[in-house]
């Protein structure tokens, strides 16, 4: 199982960091203990600085698959739900200025959070038309829809397909809605799908 994350898939988070609109999809990976899942804390780690919360849509592979067409892609999501990718943003400008990977900034242990609820992909499921919001301590700190993805799930796995294949458990983080920001000690962070809470998380 490996971890797929989608950068810069929203416009106005792109526009929000300052970086420029891609013309395909962008991808990076998080290991496996990079996930964190239902009920355990988010433990803030000192050498890394400002954390961020980008709370996405987050879907799960169920099979092998490599160089999918577009319009097969859907077949392989087997459930969806939403995550946090946490971001150690001091790092990542850090790194970026230097032209260096982003993997310290991404990738640390417990960056990948999954929700407490894992919803199955059905034939009448349209991932494009999802209302995702976060509340940080019950305030809404990021609110979005998947219909503004620069590009769609089906787009981003026949893409992440023709260069890398698809095993059974990958996950697919999908990219953020901007309102992404610092997180701190005492949190409690929760995302909601169509108004449903599908994910929980507190901060330690």
């Given amino acids: 199982m490996k971890i797929i994350c989608i950068g810069r898939n929203y416009r106005d988070h792109a526009k929000e960091l300052g970086n420029a609109i891609p013309d395909e999809p962008v991808f990076f990976l998080k290991p496996t203990t ?14 890394l ?24 892609a859907l077949g392989l999501i087997a459930s969806f739900t939403l995550g946090l990718d946490l971001t150690a ?16 900034a991404k990738a640390f242990d417990g960056s990948a959070v999954l929700g407490e609820v894992e919803l199955p992909m059905t034939a009448g499921t349209n991932l494009q038309g999802f209302d995702i919001q976060l509340k940080r301590n019950g305030a809404v700190v990021q609110h979005g829809n998947t219909s503004e993805m620069l590009f ?5 796995i026949s893409h992440v397909s023709h260069y890398i294949t698809l095993e059974p458990g990958d996950l697919i983080f999908t990219g953020t809605p901007a309102g992404v920001g610092p997180i701190t ?5 929760e995302g909601f799908l169509n108004g449903n809470c599908v994910l929980r998380a507190n901060v330690e």
Avoid at 49 to 66: F, N, P, R, W
Avoid at 152 to 156: G, H, L, N, P
């Fill in 185 to 189: 000690h005492g949190d409690l962070l």
């Fill in 152 to 156: 769609s799930v089906a787009d981003i």
């Fill in 89 to 104: 943003r001091d790092v990542q400008n850090e790194l970026k200025a230097k032209g260096l990977p982003w993997e310290k």
């Fill in 34 to 47: 990079a996930c964190l899942y239902p009920g355990q804390l988010i433990r803030l780690k000192p050498q």
């Fill in 49 to 72: 600085g400002e954390i961020h919360h980008e709370l996405e849509l987050v879907v799960m592979v169920d099979s092998y698959a490599s160089n999918v067409p577009k319009a097969m």
